[in-house]
């Protein structure tokens, strides 16, 4: 508090973890507020290592870097990325079930009824075919192809995004050379104390193994599951989500790549759990997130190691973790951003998403003064909503499946889950509708390919539909699904457009 009696201007951010975290939080905040005068020091450790394994990302990456300034082909050579079009999901429904959730819509809308409206009335029709042949992004995906987004509205080749899959252990460096060209502070040392405010008990600064003491103004806690400021010193409390996804540890590796190059993740159901892929250049990303409670790691490495493509790098490494969120966010003058907030598993690569969204909330919402009670609270309602809706559409992979072949899957399609993804549930299976979120990440073709490519069809379809003639709409699902097949096979070769790109760019 200032001698006049009013909270302490904020000229000093903090930021406790290094990691793709806290160099990503560090390179927002440089970027956007540096110009300001705001200071901004990283303090991490050598020592400790870091989690280092999410691969996969979605669009809203692509906004970010642009924003902070980050060249894509830069980015992208230093970090060994490859475009990324969708997920498929593999065995999800039944055994032998594949499909991809693609970055785009199915379609286009008309009469502001939705696409997959027309679809579903049509769809016992076999030369109909399934609703993924009404998607660019998933078509070009089977097919290995790749090119940026049209600009023009009216061509179909704009209506999908891409992300990009990259080697995390490469990006977080990538990230730091970017926040310290733009005035970050880095300090090395490992936090052996955190000092206490004795009146309002928010944190006045850290000490270090060698007696160094830093003060801030606002600390930014990227500790990792440790979660040093936010819960060991501040005890917030963390909401635990694991009676509705129970998988609780992981065991990665990487191995060297095998085939095409794919412009997508792979996420395949196994019998406690499913396993990732992730095609990089250097490459191929692996993974097996798994429930303790219906298998052992050491069955969980062997199913890894028995599906890889091609031969491992290193060693299986085992990760431990409980799926939910802390409490609050922020607390006091903390902003716990990362696995230090919580962890959602990475069935539809939302952990980078959810350190982003981070930053971009603080920025928002970024306090000039100390004692910032309505801008801490409006940005825990705002995390709180995006953690609880990320959760419901992972819980909805497990839910909706038809799967009987293992004590896992019969638990998780007979569980009871949470009221608001069930009254979603109950509204699709009726009429075909998304209920629609003000805030969320997910959209309506988001839930739309999970739910249909899981076998959750509609009982029946908007009733507007049968406003146009059905040979019309039959005709006009003919001809969309060969021009976007003719669209996606007009693409580059993935594998050749990165190299193509790559080059040009660094040539320039």
């Known amino acids: 508090m200032s001698a006049g009696g009013d909270p302490d201007p904020v000229n000093h951010v903090v930021v406790v973890g290094g990691g793709t975290a806290g160099w990503m939080t560090a390179a927002g905040l440089a970027s956007m507020l540096g110009p300001t005068g705001l200071r901004i020091t990283l303090v991490e450790s050598e020592a400790i290592g870091v989690v280092g394994v999410g691969e996969a990302t979605l669009p809203h990456i692509k906004q970010f870097n642009d924003t902070i300034g980050v060249d894509e082909a830069e980015f992208m050579a230093a970090t060994s990325a490859t475009f990324k079009l969708g997920i498929e999901f593999v065995d999800w429904g039944r055994k032998g079930d594949s499909y991809i959730h693609p970055f785009g819509d199915f379609g286009m809308p008309n009469n502001g009824v939705a696409f997959h409206q027309y679809w579903r009335k049509f769809a016992d ?49 990538f990230m730091r050379r970017h926040a310290e060209a733009r005035g970050v502070t880095r300090v090395e040392g490992k936090v052996v104390s955190v000092e206490r405010e004795p009146e309002q008990g928010t944190i006045r600064s850290i000490t270090l193994e060698d007696g160094r003491s830093i003060e801030g103004d606002l600390f930014v806690d990227c500790t990792g599951f440790f979660g040093l400021l936010i819960e060991k010193t501040l005890e917030t409390g963390y909401e635990r989500w694991d009676e509705w996804l129970p998988c609780d540890r992981a065991v990665a590796v990487p191995c060297e790549s095998s085939g095409p190059l794919l412009p997508f993740t792979r996420a395949t159901a196994d019998t406690a759990g499913w396993r990732w892929r992730i095609p990089l250049q250097h490459r191929t990303g692996n993974g097996h997130v ?8 050491e069955e969980a490495c062997e199913s890894l190691l028995t599906n890889l493509d091609g031969a491992a790098l290193a060693d299986p490494r085992v990760l431990r973790f409980t799926t939910g969120k802390r409490r609050k966010l922020w607390n006091g003058n903390c902003v716990a951003i990362g696995l230090s907030g919580g962890f959602l598993e990475p069935l539809e690569s939302t952990s980078i998403y959810l350190i982003q969204e981070g930053i971009t909330k603080l920025l928002e919402l970024f306090p000039s003064h100390g004692g910032y009670h309505v801008e801490r609270e409006e940005y825990n309602r705002r995390m709180d909503l995006e953690f609880e809706r990320i959760r419901d559409f992972l819980v909805l992979h ?12 019969n638990h998780m399609r007979t569980m009871q889950v949470p009221d608001s993804l069930a009254e979603k549930i109950e509204l699709f299976t009726a009429h075909g509708h998304v209920a629609r979120y003000d805030h969320g ?10 739910m249909i490519g899981q076998r959750m069809l ?8 049968d406003q146009l003639p059905s040979a019309e709409v039959r005709q006009h ?17 993935h594998a050749e457009y990165l190299q193509s790109y790559t080059h040009r760019r660094s040539a320039a």
């Open 125 to 173: 029709v076999e030369e109909t075919g399934p609703l993924d042949s009404y998607s660019l992004p998933v078509i070009a995906s089977r097919m290995g192809r790749f090119q940026p987004p049209s600009d023009d509205p009216r061509s179909v080749l704009s209506t999908y995004r891409y992300a990009y899959q990259f080697d995390a252990l490469q990006y977080a460096p």
């Open 290 to 297: 798994y429930a303790s409670a219906f298998t052992n790691d």
């Open 398 to 409: 497990y839910h909706a499946t038809e799967r009987d072949d293992s004590a896992f899957w």
């Open 441 to 450: 990440l997910f959209l309506v073709p988001s839930w739309v390919a999970v």
């Open 458 to 465: 509609p009982q029946s379809y908007d009733w507007r539909v």
């Open 477 to 493: 699902l003919a001809g969309l699904k060969n021009h976007i097949a003719k669209a996606a096979a007009s693409m580059p070769d």
